[in-house]
T-cell receptor, first 113, second 111 residues
Framework: NAGVTQTPKFQVLKTGQSMTLQCAQDMNHEYMSWYRQDPGMGLRLIHYSVGAGITDQGEVPNGYNVSRSTTEDFPLRLLSAAPSQTSVYFC????????????FGNGTRLTVT | AQSVAQPEDQVNVAEGNPLTVKCTYSVSGNPYLFWYVQYPNRGLQFLLKYITGDNLVKGSYGFEAEFNKSQTSFHLKKPSALVSDSALYFCAVRDTDKLIFGTGTRLQVFP
C-alpha cells in the first residue's frame, strides 16, 4: 500500500498565483484532513472531510479551498497565494468517528515569494 | 474547545538515561489523547494513544505514556533513550471530528 501520497514535494509560487496541492490515499479512509506546520506553532488544521461530498473548516481555513468528490482524493487549493502561506503542508487520513490514528503523507514544502 | 500544551520546546537527555516529554490537556469529558513523532523531512508517525482503561499506555519503539486525570497530564516516557530517538514529538487530543496538536517538543539525545 502507498498510504497517503502528497504531490508535489516542493513548490515555489509568486504572490497572487494559484495552485493545488494533491493528496490521495488508498486505505479506504473516510476521513481526510489538511494541516500546515510552522515553526513554534505545531500543526494547525486547515480543512477536513468526514466523507465524500462533505468538507468543513478547521482552525485556519482562510485562503484555502477544498473539495471531496471521491473517497481517495482531497486536494487543497490556494486561490491567490500570499507570503503568509509559506509553510509545510501535511495531508492525513483515518477512519471517521473512530479512535484510529491519523496516517500522514510526507508533506509539501511551499514557498511564496 | 479541547486543547493540549507542551511546555518544553526542547528536551535534552544523555543516551541510556530515562526521558520524559510533557503534555497537559484541557478537555470537557473523557479525552482521546495521542503521541506522534516526526523525523526530519517526514510526516508524523503514530506512537501511542489513550482512550480508556489502564493509565499506562505502551506504544511503538519502547515508548510509553502515563495518563493522569488529576493532573490533566499525558507525559511520554522511555526508560532508556537512544540517539535515534532524537526527533520532534507532538501530543494531540481529539475534539469531535478534529485532532488538535500541541506545538511540539524537540528531543535531543546526546551520545
Amino acid at each position: 500500500n502507498a498510504g497517503v501520497t502528497q504531490t508535489p514535494k516542493f513548490q515555489v509560487l509568486k504572490t497572487g498565483q494559484s495552485m493545488t496541492l494533491q493528496c490521495a490515499q488508498d486505505m479506504n479512509h473516510e476521513y481526510m484532513s489538511w494541516y500546515r506546520q510552522d515553526p513554534g506553532m505545531g500543526l494547525r488544521l486547515i480543512h477536513y472531510s468526514v466523507g465524500a461530498g462533505i468538507t468543513d473548516q478547521g482552525e485556519v481555513p482562510n485562503g484555502y479551498n477544498v473539495s471531496r468528490s471521491t473517497t481517495e482524493d482531497f486536494p487543497l487549493r490556494l486561490l491567490s497565494a500570499a507570503p503568509s502561506q509559506t509553510s509545510v503542508y501535511f495531508c492525513a487520513s483515518t477512519y471517521t468517528r473512530s479512535a484510529s490514528p491519523l496516517h500522514f503523507g510526507n508533506g509539501t514544502r511551499l514557498t511564496v515569494t | 474547545a479541547q486543547s493540549v500544551a507542551q511546555p518544553e520546546d526542547q528536551v535534552n537527555v544523555a543516551e541510556g538515561n530515562p526521558l520524559t516529554v510533557k503534555c497537559t490537556y484541557s478537555v470537557s469529558g473523557n479525552p482521546y489523547l495521542f503521541w506522534y513523532v516526526q523525523y526530519p523531512n517526514r510526516g508524523l508517525q503514530f506512537l501511542l494513544k489513550y482512550i480508556t482503561g489502564d493509565n499506562l499506555v505502551k506504544g511503538s519503539y519502547g515508548f510509553e505514556a502515563e495518563f493522569n486525570k488529576s493532573q490533566t497530564s499525558f507525559h511520554l516516557k522511555k526508560p532508556s533513550a537512544l540517539v535515534s530517538d532524537s526527533a520532534l514529538y507532538f501530543c494531540a487530543v481529539r475534539d469531535t471530528d478534529k485532532l488538535i496538536f500541541g506545538t511540539g517538543t524537540r528531543l535531543q539525545v546526546f551520545p
